[in-house]
């Protein structure tokens, strides 16, 4: 299990940018309310979410982990297990507890880092979004939004399920093209913490005993 978490945290969820296509399709109301759920993030110090991670095929999950997130304008934190992502504005660090490695890289500037809410920026010049209505996400009376990818980048399609009350999401489902599925459930949100000036800071001391790479 760590290592199918691993490998979609630092592969399938990092979706190639595909440029802007003229027969891109976005519904109105899917746009407003991915517009407004941005503005209500960026609006904010920072952000926290407590969440479930799912992995599958045939659309089925299987396996469940928790997870945490934590962002602050473009820096943010992630941790499923014992595997770690942190992005410190410039450089990313995947962190193996398990292997007892990390990796370290700039972003590519033709890639969308992991986050639960990555396709929220993503969406304007890569996807077909569509509007699919009200689905009930664990009692929560959600709006049902579609990404479909303008070219081809490894998904088939993207579900985002949104509390539009509270302009949260709520859930996200990415489909792969070779049936894999990967889930996550919001549980727990909150905003505007005290947070340690370091919680963004990889300090390579705390990492002695481990394989560092710079890519």
């Known amino acids: 299990m760590k290592s199918i978490i691993s490998k979609i945290i630092l592969?399938?969820?990092v979706a190639g940018a595909v440029g802007f296509s003229n027969a891109q399709k976005i519904d109105a109301k899917a746009k407003k309310i991915l517009d407004d759920i941005t503005a209500n993030y960026n609006s904010k110090k920072n952000s926290y979410f407590k969440f479930s991670f799912g992995t599958g095929v045939n659309g089925q999950v299987a396996k469940t982990e928790p997870g945490i997130y934590y962002s602050a304008g473009n820096k943010y934190k992630l941790k499923i297990m014992d595997?770690?992502?942190?992005?410190d504005g410039s450089k990313i660090y995947n962190i193996n507890a398990e292997d007892m490695e990390v990796t370290i890289a700039k972003p590519n500037g033709?890639?969308?880092m992991f986050s639960p809410i990555n396709y929220l920026t993503t969406y304007r010049n890569d996807y077909n979004v569509s509007y699919g209505g009200k689905k009930n996400v664990n009692g929560v009376n959600a709006d049902f939004i579609k990404l479909t990818p303008v070219k081809a980048n490894g998904l088939k399609y993207v579900y985002l399920?949104?509390?539009?009350?509270?302009?949260?999401m709520v859930k996200l489902e990415q489909h792969g093209n070779n049936k894999?599925?990967?889930v996550i459930?919001?549980?727990e949100y909150k905003e505007n913490q005290d947070l340690d000036?370091?919680?963004f800071v990889f300090d390579k001391n705390k990492f002695k005993n481990y394989v560092i790479t710079e890519l």
């Open 11 to 13: 592969g399938s969820f």
């Open 83 to 87: 595997t770690e992502q942190i992005f």
């Open 110 to 112: 033709s890639s969308s």
């Open 161 to 168: 399920f949104v509390d539009s009350s509270k302009n949260q």
């Open 180 to 182: 894999d599925v990967a």
């Open 185 to 187: 459930a919001i549980k």
């Open 197 to 199: 000036p370091n919680m």
